[in-house]
C-alpha cells in the first residue's frame, strides 16, 4: 500500500481485499434459513489483553468491553458531535435542557428514553443516574479509577421524577452536551457502597464476572482468564442488537492472533491485538482468499513519558528542560515513523492529530525539535555535560549520563523502544532498556509511576484528547494507590489552569485558542516528548458488516449494535 496518498492524514483507511461483499442481494425476509443461520452466528472477538474489570478503559489497552456492556447517558460521534445513548435527546444550549447561569454555573436535563432497564429486568430510572455520579465519585475517593473532567466539574444532580436527570455543574462545560457517564444499578450497589469500604467495594464480583449494565450486550458467562461469552440485550435503548451472541477472547501474540484470524477460529482482531506488521501478511493471504476488511486508524499519539519527581528520578538531569530537549532532537523521529508505519509525515509534535480542523493554529505555536544532534549537544553542555573519548555525556559532578528507557514487550511497542534507546545511545546517552510485561494486571500502578528516566507510551486520541494525563490533580501516588493517569508526575499550575478553561469554554473559538495555548506550554516545557501518530488495525472477515463506520479514536464502538452478518 502506498501510504503516500493519504499523507494528509485521513482520519481512516478502509481496505477491502477481495470478495467483500456477494454478489446481488441477498435475502433477508424474516424467517428464510440463510438470515436464521446468521442472527444465530457468534461472532468472535480477539482483543490484546483480558480487561482488569468493566471500568477499565482504553489506558488499560483494551476498550470494546465498555460499550458492548455498559449503558451511558450519550456519546460523541466521528464529527465531534453529540448523539443521546439512554437519553431521549442532548440538551440544547441556552434552552431549558441547558442553563448557564451570571455565575458561571450551568444546569443540563436529560430526559431518559422509556422503558429503559437493566440485563437483569429491572426497570432503569433516573434515580439510577444520580445513584451513579456518587459511585463514579466513591470509585475516585477509593483510588479505584482516576479523576475525569466530568467528575470534577459536576455539582449535584437530582431527579425529579423517574424519566428526568438534572445535572448541575460548577463551571460551564462543553461535555455536558452529552455526558459518557456510565449507569451504575442502584439495586446492586447500594448496599455496598454504604460500607464505605473500598476494598470490599473494588473486589465486588460485580465489576467483573456478574457484571450488569445496560449496554447492547450483557454477559453470559465471563471465565477468568479464558473468555467472556455475551448474548444480545433485548431492550438496548438504542434497538436490539442485529448480532444475537459475542465471543470476546484475548492474547498478547499478534502472530498468534494473525493465525488465528487467517484459520477461521476468530471474525474480528480489535483493541490493539495486531499491530502494523502484520497487516502485510494478512493483506496478502486475504487477497488471495478473498474474504476480509482492514482498517487503519490513527487512534494515538506514541510518545515518552519523563519522570518529573524530584523522589524517583535518575538521572536528576531530567528535571531540566534543556536536557529533554536535547533528548528529543536527538532522536531520528522520521526514521522512527517510517520503520514503525511506513510514513515519515507520521512525526507527532504535539497530541491534537493533523486531522483536527483547527490543527494549523494549534502548529503556529509550536517549538520545533527537528533532528538535530549539534543542538542537542549544545543544550546538554548549557547544562555541564560534555562528550567524553568513548561518546557518552558526562558531567564532572554528575558523572556519565545513564538513563533507563522503559517499554512493553512484545510487537510494535518493543520495536520502538528498542529503536529509541538504541538513538539515544549513538547519540550520546548511555541508557539501559526495561521491558514490562504487556499483561494490563502483571505491572502494578506505582511501579508504572515511579520510573527513573524515559517510558514510551501511546496516549489515546479520544474525545478530551487524554489531556488529563498532564493534570496536576491526576498525579498518581499512594492517595489515589497510583492510579493517577500522570504518572510523569508533572505538574505545572498554568497548564491546569488552561485546561479547566479549556474544558468550561462553550465557543469553539475560545476553545481552540486555550488548546494552542495548552500545547504551546507543553512543547516548551516538554514534560513528555512526542514521537508519531500510531494506528490501531481493526481487521474483520467479509461477512461482518459494520466496524468500517467504527469512530476513530477506535475506543467506543459506538455502532456496534448495528454490526451484523451479510
Not at 27 to 40: C, K, L, V
Not at 79 to 86: C, E, R, T
Amino acid at each position: 500500500m502506498n501510504r503516500r496518498a493519504w499523507s494528509a492524514f485521513a482520519p481512516l483507511i478502509v481496505l477491502l481485499l477481495g470478495a467483500c461483499a456477494p454478489n446481488g442481494t441477498p435475502n433477508t425476509s424474516s424467517g428464510s434459513p440463510s438470515t436464521t443461520a446468521a442472527s444465530n452466528r457468534t461472532l468472535n472477538i480477539i482483543m490484546r489483553v483480558e480487561p482488569p474489570d468493566m471500568m477499565a478503559g482504553a489506558v488499560d489497552r483494551s476498550a470494546i468491553h465498555k460499550p458492548l456492556f455498559t449503558g451511558i447517558l450519550g456519546g460523541w460521534d466521528i464529527n465531534a458531535a453529540p448523539y443521546p445513548v439512554l437519553a431521549q435527546a442532548v440538551p440544547q444550549l441556552n434552552t431549558d435542557s441547558w442553563k448557564v447561569f451570571p455565575d458561571g454555573r450551568m444546569e443540563t436535563t436529560y430526559r431518559l428514553r422509556p422503558n429503559l432497564t437493566w440485563h437483569d429486568g429491572q426497570p432503569l430510572t433516573a434515580d439510577d443516574m444520580v445513584f451513579s455520579r456518587l459511585v463514579d465519585a466513591a470509585r475516585v475517593d477509593y483510588g479505584l479509577t482516576q479523576s475525569s473532567a466530568e467528575v470534577r466539574n459536576m455539582e449535584d444532580s437530582f431527579a425529579p421524577d423517574p424519566s428526568t436527570l438534572v445535572i448541575r455543574w460548577k463551571q460551564p462545560y462543553a461535555m455536558a452536551a452529552a455526558p459518557e457517564m456510565i449507569a451504575h444499578p442502584r439495586h446492586l450497589l447500594a448496599d455496598a457502597l454504604e460500607k464505605a469500604d473500598h476494598e470490599f467495594f473494588g473486589n465486588l464480583p460485580f465489576w467483573t464476572t456478574e457484571y450488569v449494565g445496560a449496554g447492547p450486550f450483557r454477559i453470559v458467562h465471563w471465565e477468568r482468564g479464558t473468555n467472556v461469552e455475551a448474548a444480545a440485550f433485548d431492550n438496548f435503548a438504542l434497538g436490539k442488537p442485529k448480532i444475537t451472541r459475542i465471543r470476546l477472547t484475548w492474547g498478547n501474540d499478534p502472530n498468534v492472533n494473525l493465525a488465528r484470524l487467517l484459520a477461521g477460529d476468530a471474525d474480528a482482531a480489535l483493541d490493539g491485538s495486531l499491530l502494523f506488521e502484520q497487516t502485510s501478511m494478512l493483506k496478502q493471504k486475504w487477497g488471495t482468499q478473498g474474504v476480509g476488511v482492514i482498517m487503519l486508524n490513527p487512534t494515538s499519539l506514541r510518545y515518552i513519558q519523563v519522570q518529573s519527581r524530584s523522589e524517583y528520578v535518575s538521572p536528576t538531569a531530567l528535571l531540566d528542560a534543556r536536557v529533554r530537549k536535547a533528548i528529543l532532537h536527538s532522536i531520528d523521529r522520521g526514521t522512527l515513523a517510517e520503520t514503525m508505519v511506513e510514513d515519515r509525515t507520521m512525526v507527532a509534535d504535539t497530541v491534537p492529530p493533523p486531522t483536527e480542523g483547527y490543527y494549523p493554529s494549534i502548529a503556529r505555536q509550536l517549538t520545533q525539535y527537528p533532528y538535530d544532534i549539534r543542538r542537542a549537544e549544545q543544550l546538554m553542555g548549557e547544562v555541564g555535560y560534555a562528550k567524553g573519548l568513548d561518546g557518552v555525556y558526562t558531567s564532572s559532578t554528575a558523572g556519565r549520563f545513564n538513563v533507563e528507557v522503559r517499554g512493553v514487550s512484545g510487537g510494535q511497542e518493543e520495536q520502538d523502544t528498542n529503536i529509541v534507546a538504541g538513538g539515544l545511545r549513538e547519540a550520546g546517552y548511555d541508557g539501559s532498556i526495561l521491558l514490562l510485561p504487556s499483561s494490563a494486571r502483571a505491572v502494578d500502578d506505582k511501579t508504572k509511576g515511579t520510573f527513573p528516566g524515559l517510558t514510551l507510551n501511546n496516549n489515546t486520541l479520544q474525545p478530551g484528547l487524554g489531556l488529563n494525563k498532564w493534570l496536576t490533580a491526576n498525579v498518581g501516588g499512594p492517595w489515589d494507590n497510583w492510579t493517577g493517569g500522570n504518572r510523569m508526575g508533572w505538574s505545572n499550575q498554568q497548564f491546569d489552569q488552561l485546561y479547566e478553561q479549556w474544558v468550561s469554554a462553550l465557543e469553539p473559538a475560545q476553545s481552540v485558542q486555550l488548546l494552542g495555548q495548552m500545547m504551546r506550554v507543553l512543547s516548551e516545557e516538554l514534560p513528555s516528548l512526542p514521537l508519531y501518530y500510531n494506528f490501531q488495525i481493526v481487521a474483520h472477515v467479509a461477512e461482518l458488516q459494520g466496524p468500517e463506520a467504527i469512530t476513530p479514536d477506535n475506543t467506543r464502538y459506538g455502532n456496534i449494535h448495528q454490526w451484523q452478518w451479510r
